[in-house]
């Protein structure tokens, strides 16, 4: 049993240690707030941060001897670890400054914010300190390209290796897009436009009519397309259709396959966008799904002048397909259950590479193609069709992989809502709670609906949801590998 701890899990506490010093370090974000507010927090952020120190270089220096070139299972091992043990340092400040509220309430928030989900179990956002609600928003962006993306340009430095991290982290399926030579100049490449998007988005807030503070909260949550905000009333807070539009355009942006900017900036042309088939299916997508809310909202004549339903529609649609979950209106009103369908959409339409969570765009098109592949060889036997998507070809284990996917992700929907309904909670609930969680959208249906949040959810609920949550952002396989015997055996 030690030599197999010896062998698999202690080269990976060795790399975990660096993303235990980086969360330490981020710390000082919150704490130059907080000291700049004159806020009496900074006793229990100075604690935080010292721990999440302490034990990330107990990690880094008492496994040295154990350093070496990852394998593929230690990249599986890695991620899972690096996102959990994030989650429990993560929720240190929370649960310092925030004694009267139960740790598993605590716990889901900080999943919620790291894996971008949104959903809250917090009451009186507006009442929070400000550098704790940085803080929240500031782990929603370090999440939103991926703890080990952050990481992984800094463990070469280190002598560890990082290409099974980012092919673990980064859910392209087919795509070979290695941007650069090395994983971590790739690794940096997508940072790079990640951060000056960022500052991009923050000063497009501000030009729209937000304070500093709060452009840059909401940069944070927008550009990792999480939905956490520092207020009750989400985006809806400020209610002005300047800062909507801006929210909407960088929504549509990180809802890209990052490589595809890269792509763009590098090429000077914008062409790679329209040839991508995954990039058109996430447009077309949100064209349609606003047609049609546009549509039933004005033939319902909900809103006044078509112009408010125009906002609206645009706004709530790009916020849910790409799991963000921003809401400025409460669509569990609209006619023609919009607010479920739109629920379910969020389950499929971001696309890989990008910041959002669901099953991502690209497996249904596989899916898809795969089903009425299967459909034509039921009418002709004989037949021999390749199954292609675009320009690529789809091997069959790929397709077998991805038709998996959808088996265990139905499956992990069932039994979730299962348990959740055996807690009390009524189907509409504990479904759309799945559902919301587990494509890291936020917001589900009745009294996890938009006008409310998940903080009188019962502990049953919430830590259902947190794992949903957790093995969603992760993909599924990349958790629930590490529980089979093949994993541990030699």
Same mark, same amino acid.
């Given at each position: 049993?030690?030599?197999?701890?010896?062998?698999?899990?202690?080269?990976?506490?060795?790399?975990?240690?660096?993303?235990?010093?980086?969360?330490?370090?981020?710390?000082?974000?919150?704490?130059?707030?907080?000291?700049?507010?004159?806020?009496?927090?900074?006793?229990?952020?100075?604690?935080?941060? +010292?721990? =999440?120190?302490?034990?990330?270089?107990?990690?880094? @220096?008492?496994?040295?001897?154990?350093?070496?070139?990852?394998?593929?299972?230690?990249?599986?091992?890695?991620?899972?670890?690096? $996102?959990?043990?994030?989650?429990?340092?993560?929720?240190?400040?929370?649960? @310092?400054?925030?004694?009267?509220?139960?740790?598993?309430?605590?716990?889901?928030?900080?999943?919620?914010?790291?894996?971008?989900?949104? +959903?809250?179990?917090?009451?009186?956002?507006?009442?929070?300190?400000? =550098? !704790?609600?940085?803080?929240?928003?500031?782990?929603?962006? !370090?999440?939103?390209?991926?703890?080990?993306?952050?990481?992984?340009?800094?463990?070469?430095?280190?002598?560890?290796?990082?290409?099974? @991290?980012?092919?673990?982290?980064? =859910?392209?399926?087919?795509?070979?897009?290695?941007?650069?030579?090395?994983?971590?100049?790739? /690794?940096?490449?997508?940072?790079?436009?990640?951060?000056?998007?960022?500052? /991009?988005?923050?000063?497009?807030?501000? $030009?729209?009519?937000?304070?500093?503070?709060?452009?840059?909260?909401?940069?944070?949550?927008?550009?990792?397309?999480?939905?956490?905000?520092?207020?009750?009333?989400?985006?809806?807070?400020?209610?002005?259709? /300047?800062?909507?539009?801006?929210?909407?355009?960088?929504?549509?942006?990180?809802?890209?396959?990052?490589? &595809?900017?890269?792509?763009? $900036? %590098?090429?000077?042309?914008?062409?790679?966008?329209?040839?991508?088939?995954? /990039? %058109?299916?996430?447009?077309?997508?949100?064209?349609?799904?606003?047609?049609?809310?546009?549509?039933?909202?004005?033939?319902?004549?909900?809103?006044?002048?078509?112009?408010?339903?125009?906002?609206?529609?645009?706004?709530?649609?790009?916020?849910?397909?790409?799991?963000?979950?921003?809401?400025?209106?409460?669509?569990?009103?609209?006619?023609?259950?919009?607010?479920?369908?739109?629920?379910?959409?969020?389950?499929? +339409?971001?696309?890989?590479?990008?910041?959002?969570?669901?099953?991502?765009?690209? %497996?249904?098109?596989?899916?898809?193609?795969?089903?009425?592949?299967?459909?034509?060889? &039921?009418?002709?036997?004989?037949?021999?069709?390749?199954?292609? @998507?675009?320009?690529?070809?789809?091997?069959?284990?790929?397709?077998?992989?991805? =038709?998996?996917?959808?088996?265990?992700?139905?499956?992990?929907?069932?039994?979730?809502?299962?348990?959740?309904?055996?807690?009390?909670?009524? !189907?509409?609930?504990?479904?759309?709670?799945?559902?919301?969680?587990?494509?890291?959208?936020?917001?589900?249906?009745?009294?996890?609906?938009?006008?409310?949040?998940? +903080?009188?959810?019962?502990?049953?609920?919430?830590?259902?949801?947190?794992?949903?949550?957790?093995?969603?952002?992760?993909?599924?396989?990349?958790?629930?590998?590490?529980?089979?015997?093949?994993?541990?055996?030699?």
């Amino acid at each position: 049993m030690f030599r197999t701890l010896e062998r698999l899990l202690f080269p990976v506490l060795n790399a975990l240690g660096p993303l235990l010093i980086i969360l330490a370090l981020a710390q000082l974000v919150p704490i130059g707030i907080a000291f700049r507010e004159g806020e009496n927090v900074l006793n229990e952020f100075f604690t935080s941060a +010292a721990i =999440s120190l302490f034990c990330g270089l107990l990690f880094l @220096l008492s496994t040295r001897r154990f350093r070496r070139e990852l394998e593929p299972r230690d990249g599986f091992l890695l991620v899972t670890l690096s $996102w959990f043990s994030a989650v429990l340092f993560g929720s240190l400040p929370l649960a @310092l400054l925030l004694p009267e509220i139960p740790y598993y309430r605590i716990f889901f928030e900080a999943v919620s914010c790291l894996t971008t989900t949104g +959903a809250t179990a917090i009451n009186n956002l507006d009442e929070l300190p400000l =550098s !704790l609600n940085y803080w929240r928003c500031l782990l929603s962006w !370090l999440g939103g390209m991926g703890i080990i993306v952050l990481a992984v340009a800094i463990l070469p430095l280190l002598g560890v290796g990082g290409a099974q @991290l980012f092919k673990v982290e980064n =859910s392209n399926l087919f795509k070979d897009d290695r941007l650069t030579p090395r994983i971590a100049d790739t /690794a940096k490449a997508l940072y790079g436009i990640y951060i000056l998007a960022s500052i /991009a988005c923050a000063a497009a807030y501000h $030009w729209a009519g937000m304070s500093w503070d709060d452009a840059v909260m909401f940069m944070f949550t927008t550009m990792s397309l999480s939905g956490i905000t520092p207020y009750d009333q989400s985006i809806g807070y400020f209610n002005s259709a /300047a800062i909507e539009m801006v929210a909407v355009a960088f929504i549509v942006f990180s809802g890209f396959n990052f490589s &595809l900017h890269f792509t763009a $900036w %590098r090429q000077r042309s914008i062409s790679s966008y329209f040839t991508d088939i995954e /990039a %058109r299916a996430w447009i077309i997508a949100l064209l349609i799904a606003v047609a049609i809310v546009f549509g039933v909202l004005t033939i319902n004549q909900v809103y006044p002048t078509w112009q408010i339903t125009l906002r609206h529609s645009l706004f709530n649609v790009a916020s849910l397909l790409s799991t963000t979950g921003y809401t400025t209106e409460n669509y569990e009103l609209w006619p023609s259950s919009l607010g479920f369908l739109l629920l379910i959409g969020s389950l499929f +339409a971001s696309c890989s590479g990008s910041t959002g969570g669901g099953v991502k765009m690209i %497996r249904l098109l596989i899916f898809m193609k795969r089903a009425i592949l299967c459909l034509h060889t &039921l009418l002709r036997p004989r037949d021999f069709l390749p199954l292609r @998507l675009g320009k690529h070809t789809i091997s069959e284990n790929l397709a077998a992989t991805v =038709s998996a996917f959808f088996a265990l992700h139905v499956s992990v929907v069932i039994i979730c809502t299962l348990i959740i309904m055996m807690s009390g909670v009524n !189907l509409v609930e504990a479904f759309s709670t799945v559902l919301a969680c587990i494509a890291n959208t936020g917001p589900g249906l009745g009294s996890v609906g938009p006008a409310h949040n998940y +903080a009188a959810c019962n502990p049953v609920h919430l830590w259902v949801g947190s794992f949903c949550m957790f093995v969603g952002r992760l993909e599924l396989f990349t958790v629930f590998v590490i529980f089979t015997r093949s994993f541990w055996s030699n």
